[in-house]
């Protein structure tokens, strides 16, 4: 092939996506006592209703923040302005998905990124859903124009720690340098905290990479990327998962850190599972490109488990 990873359409990471981790290193947009992370909902209305009912019952300050990615399966116009109207409520960032929808990059096809470990055919495949969807939302002109202003990365103040919230990572939209696998080697560990160092953060909140981690280091700070709010993350369980980060535990966390006075914790998204299979395959049936790449783990979850996302920090220095 002509062109590889790294410049395809679904493998480039468009120079617009970059901000560096020193753009998170800002006074805060938002200061509360609990602050609740959603990324990926991935266009799944049952999730969008089982989040808000269940951050409604948080006492105290409290934000709800989407951050990126929650349209993508949803083509049906109803479902596409379902997603929109109940996002736009809270506060939330653009995500690739959202930034292809409204502002298409030259050549970046869905705005992945994907890095050389996930497959081409997974890559054509998210660009042709990505394509299908701007069809939708070319018909809403409004919708194009709110998600355009939508910024890319968010810092809020929690308790009195500083925390950062992004789509892919502390350096760009769309990157992968959060993704469990990547915190999975010594260099991505000490690649995040020098983005930690630059951010001047307590905790990161990121998605954008499918699969949830939560990832502490040795001096107290924490890397909590939520997976999908709206699709399942761990096999055999069936529902999507935000993080929750406070000054008080919730008591119902799938699997909690602690990142200095706060409690960085998963929380199960327990929406409708069987409503939203059905309105998946509306949208998305056998043979269809989604279907193909996403439909067994909406089914039945991903090869991936609790025990393999939350992660104790280990030192590198000894
Ligand atoms: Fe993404």
């Known amino acids: ?12 990471c468009p120079v617009e996506y970059r901000y560096g981790a020193r753009a998170l290193r800002r006074a805060p947009d938002l200061e509360v006592d609990a602050l609740w992370v959603a990324g990926g909902l991935y266009g799944n209305p049952f999730a969008l209703q089982a989040l808000v009912e269940r951050h409604a019952a948080e006492r105290g300050a409290t934000a709800l923040v989407f951050n990126g990615d929650f349209h993508w399966f949803d083509i049906e116009e109803g479902d596409f302005l379902r997603i929109e109207q109940g996002v736009g409520q809270y506060a939330s960032t653009r995500g690739n998905v959202e930034t292809e929808l409204a502002s298409p990059s030259e050549g970046a096809g869905c705005g992945c990124g994907y890095p050389e470990w996930v497959d081409e055919g997974t890559v054509e495949r998210s660009n042709h859903i990505l394509a299908r969807l701007r069809e939708t939302a070319a018909r809403f002109p409004d919708v194009l124009v709110r998600l355009r202003a939508l910024p890319m990365h968010l810092v809020a103040r929690v308790g009195s720690e500083r925390v950062a ?7 760009s939209l769309a990157g992968w340098a959060f993704s469990q696998e990547a915190l999975a080697l010594p260099g991505g560990l000490a690649a995040a905290e020098r983005a930690f160092d630059e951010a001047d953060v307590r905790v990161v909140a990121s998605s954008h990479t499918c699969l949830p981690v939560a990832q502490g280091f040795p001096d107290g700070r924490v890397l909590a ?5 709206g699709m399942p993350n761990f096999h055999g369980e069936r529902f999507g998962v935000a993080t929750r980060i406070a000054v008080s535990p919730s008591g119902d966390a799938l699997y909690s850190l602690r990142a200095g ?3 960085v914790e998963a929380i199960a998204v327990n929406y409708d599972e069987r409503a939203w299979r059905a309105k998946f395959l509306e949208q998305w049936p056998a043979g269809s490109d989604a279907h193909r790449s996403y439909f067994e783990r909406i089914a039945n979850g991903p090869r991936y488990s609790r025990a393999q996302a939350r ?8």
């Open 261 to 263: 006075a706060l409690h």
């Open 225 to 229: 990327n939520n997976g999908a709010a």
């Open 1 to 12: 092939m002509a062109s590889g990873p790294g410049s395809a359409p679904g493998r480039a």
């Open 311 to 318: 992660r104790e920090a280990v030192s590198l220095a000894a």
């Open 165 to 171: 919230i992004v789509h892919g990572d502390a350096d």
